[in-house]
Structures are given as structure tokens and as C-alpha cells.
């Protein structure tokens, strides 16, 4: 039987907390070591040429489920001056504060335990832009909602920057024992995903987890999401490389499907 919207995000919070040991032990101790540098940058590639064009300088950004926060720190770093990032889960924002705190960063950045559905008012059309990055979209229970909150965080001629996961990714699975990923579902098929593999995308470390919750959305659904909720496509590019660990085989096979894109929204 469906839940509710609230079910879903619950459920997700909890499978997030605890990957989040996990997801410490493969990558704190390097990224802890790195954001002292002033000049740290988590991003990459199109995105970061995203970033680069629309202008990040002296802009109120609020990224959306910002996880340990390295990347809201990077927006700091490449001089936003005001930086939020919202995340569900405690656990993760523990991590990112004392990411935060080693960065020196404390009064550019700010990290805010939230669900993305229910954001405190104050936020409302505070934002130059909304930051939203690889596999966030995925765990959204309502695509036509989260849009909505998208838009109603942007000041007028905001702008909402997206890196995502291609929907087309979905349809492949990665064999466990050979490394081969291959076409196993419609891309016009299930939508909801219950799972009770960990959710560590970092170490690939195998565990039973709680159940998760994920949601698989077409393009078109996502871009008439955005659409509807009043913003406009300024910018869309696919990616032919691997930006999530998911079926990263695919990057090298001849037959690759575009495996992410990067998109810009304004708010007219
Ligand atoms: C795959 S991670 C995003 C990682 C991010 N792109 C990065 O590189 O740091 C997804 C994040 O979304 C958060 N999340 C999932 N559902 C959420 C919700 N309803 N509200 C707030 N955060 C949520 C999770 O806690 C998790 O930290």
C-alpha cells in the first residue's frame, strides 16, 4: 500500500542516519584534511562550469539535501555569502558542522536539519539560487511539491541549479559478481523502490539496512515538474560520464546511455 509523503521521508531519514558511519569511515578522514584549504572545491565538470557561468559571487544560495555539506562549503569557498544547507539527517549535518567548523566557515555557512517539505517560512523567496545535486531527485516521494518548494524559495529571478542522475541510468542494473551493468527495467516502469540494502553510495559497503524508499522519475516528468511550478528552462546538458558510482561501467561502454545532466531554472 502507498504512504504518505511523510512515511516515505521518515523512513528515508532513518536509512540515511545510518549510513552515515559508514559513509564517515571511506571519506571523512581525506575530506576533513582537505576543506581546510580556503580554496576547496568539491565540484566538477559541468556543474562546476554551471556554477561558474550563472555566478556565484555574493549570492544567497540554499542547496538541498546537502549531506555532509562539502558541497555547501564549496560554494563559500567559491564566494557565496550566504550558504544553507538543508538535510534530513542529523547524522550527516554532524559531519558537515565539524567539516564547517575545520573550514572556518561558521558564518558563511549554515546547516539546517530539515525535511525539504516542511523548510521553515523565513526561507520563503530568501534565495538566489537553489542548489540541488546527484541523488536528491531520487528520493523525492513528490516530484510536482518539491518544485513547488523549489520555487517558492527563490527571490524573483532566481535561479534553481540542478546536477542529477539521467532517468535513463534507472533502467540499468549492475551485476554484483561481474561489475557489468545492463538494461533490466522500462524506462516507463515502477516508480516506487522499497529497499533494505545500505544506502552507503561511497564505500559500496553491503549491509542490512532499514527500508528505504526511491522514486523513479522520467525526464519529462521532471521538466514539466519544474515547468509547472512557474520556472523556466535556461540551461540542459547530458552528461556522457559518470557523476554517481551507479553503473559506472557505462561510462566506458560503447553503447553508453547519457548517464546524468545539469540543468538551470529561473524564476520569472
Ligand atoms: C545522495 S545524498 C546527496 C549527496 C549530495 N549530492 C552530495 O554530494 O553531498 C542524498 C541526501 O538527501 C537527503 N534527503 C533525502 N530525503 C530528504 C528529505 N525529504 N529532506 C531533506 N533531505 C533529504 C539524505 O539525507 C541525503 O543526505
Redo the contacts with the bound molecule.
Keep these: 500500500m502507498r504512504k504518505t509523503r511523510k512515511e ?2 521518515d523512513a ?2 532513518i536509512a ?2 545510518e ?2 558511519p559508514r559513509h564517515a569511515t571511506h571519506n571523512n578522514e581525506a575530506l576533513f584534511a582537505a576543506v581546510v584549504d580556503p580554496g576547496y572545491v ?1 565540484f566538477k565538470g559541468d556543474i562546476l562550469h554551471a556554477l561558474r557561468q550563472v555566478g556565484v559571487a555574493g549570492k544567497h544560495i540554499i ?10 562549503l564549496s560554494l563559500r569557498n567559491l564566494g557565496a555569502t550566504r550558504c544553507v544547507g ?4 542529523a547524522e ?1 549535518l554532524a559531519h558537515g558542522r565539524e567539516l564547517i567548523r575545520l573550514a572556518g566557515a561558521e558564518d558563511q555557512v549554515e546547516l539546517v536539519e ?5 523548510l521553515p517560512a523565513e526561507f520563503n523567496g530568501a534565495f538566489d539560487m537553489v542548489l ?5 531527485l ?4 513528490d516530484l510536482k511539491v518539491f518544485f513547488e518548494v523549489v520555487r517558492g524559495l527563490l527571490k524573483p529571478g532566481g535561479q534553481l541549479v540542478m ?1 542529477e542522475m539521467h532517468p535513463v541510468l534507472f533502467m540499468y542494473e549492475e551485476n554484483a559478481e561481474t561489475g557489468v551493468s545492463s538494461v533490466q527495467y522500462s524506462y516507463f516502469g515502477k516508480h516506487i523502490w522499497e529497499e533494505t540494502d545500505g ?1 552507503d ?1 561511497y564505500g559500496h559497503e553491503v549491509y542490512d539496512g532499514l527500508p528505504n524508499y526511491s522514486f523513479m522519475y522520467r525526464l519529462d516528468e521532471i521538466l514539466m515538474a519544474g515547468i509547472d511550478a512557474g520556472l523556466g528552462l535556461q540551461r540542459f546538458t547530458e552528461l556522457d560520464y559518470d557523476i554517481s558510482n551507479l553503473c559506472s561501467d557505462l561510462e566506458q561502454s560503447p553503447t553508453r546511455p547519457p548517464l546524468g545532466f545539469v540543468m538551470v531554472m529561473s524564476c520569472e
Design positions: 516515505y521521508t528515508n531519514r540515511w542516519d549510513a552515515a568539491s542547496q538541498l539535501g546537502c549531506n555532509n555539506g562539502c558541497e555547501t538543508v538535510d534530513a539527517s550527516f530539515s525535511d525539504v517539505y516542511e540541488v545535486t546527484i541523488g536528491v531520487s528520493w523525492m516521494p546536477e544506502l553510495y
